[in-house]
């Protein structure tokens, strides 16, 4: 096989060692520079054209951060021969800007205190939810005004139930309401733990668990039925 053919942690890997493994948080603007791109203000979508990566100054910051970084990602998907897609350029995006291996160090460090890492990395709720399962064995949700807009579970880990459910177990809706609009963590235990996170006009709540939590408390409730 093509030794250049890696996945998204992979070219994370790749792009961040090119860049002498810059510590958190991480700033697009000078990995750019290090591949001799200039960052650029212009309205619209980011691009990569020529030598300049345009972005819209007019966004939240940390949404710049990561605009800049999604084009980076679509470097490095380039460089290392993935498909230089949106989708896996975000993916990247987000495995640059939350580095893999100090990820796991700040889990562990912080008890998985997210609202901790969300100030550590620059990064949105959503970024750090979506690199959870690809890092340390969980389920992670993002649910808003009660629905689940991104669910993702450790695909590593041997699934005992069958497939993965798109809706909100009933132990898991109780924490949700019980989140939701509070300003405080709800922790259940050490193991699962429901983040209010402030959003404008929205009730998002970000829910994580460990995998075997997570299916111990699913798979007992449905043998209970
Ligand atoms: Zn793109």
């Not at 990561?66 to 230089?84: N, R, T």
């Not at 005004?145 to 909100?168: A, F, M």
């Amino acid at each position: 096989m093509d030794d250049r053919l890696l996945d998204v942690a992979g070219a994370a890997r790749f792009f961040l060692d090119s860049c002498h493994n810059p510590d958190p948080p991480i700033d697009p603007v000078e990995l750019a520079a290090m591949w001799d791109l200039e960052v650029v203000h212009a309205p619209g979508p980011a691009a990569t054209i020529g030598g300049f990566i345009t972005h819209d100054p007019d966004r939240e910051p940390w949404q710049q951060r990561f605009d800049i970084a999604h084009e980076l990602g679509h470097l490095a998907a380039h460089h290392v021969g993935l498909p230089s897609t949106c989708p896996t350029a975000s993916e990247i995006a987000g495995a640059i800007l939350v580095p893999e291996q100090d990820f796991k160090r700040q889990l562990s460090r912080t008890a998985w205190d997210l609202a901790q890492l969300v100030g550590r990395y620059e990064v949105s709720w959503e970024v750090l939810a979506r690199r959870l399962p690809r890092t340390v064995a969980c389920v992670a949700t993002i649910i808003d005004n009660g629905d689940i807009w991104y669910r993702e579970r450790s695909r590593w880990v041997t699934n005992q139930g069958g497939p993965h459910p798109k809706r909100l177990e009933p132990w898991e809706k109780e924490l949700v309401t019980e989140a939701a609009g509070s300003e405080r963590h709800v922790y259940a235990d050490n193991l699962v733990t429901a983040y209010s996170v402030p959003s404008p006009g929205y009730d998002r709540v970000v829910l994580v668990a460990g995998v075997e939590e997570w299916e111990a408390r699913t798979y007992r409730a449905m043998a209970a039925e």
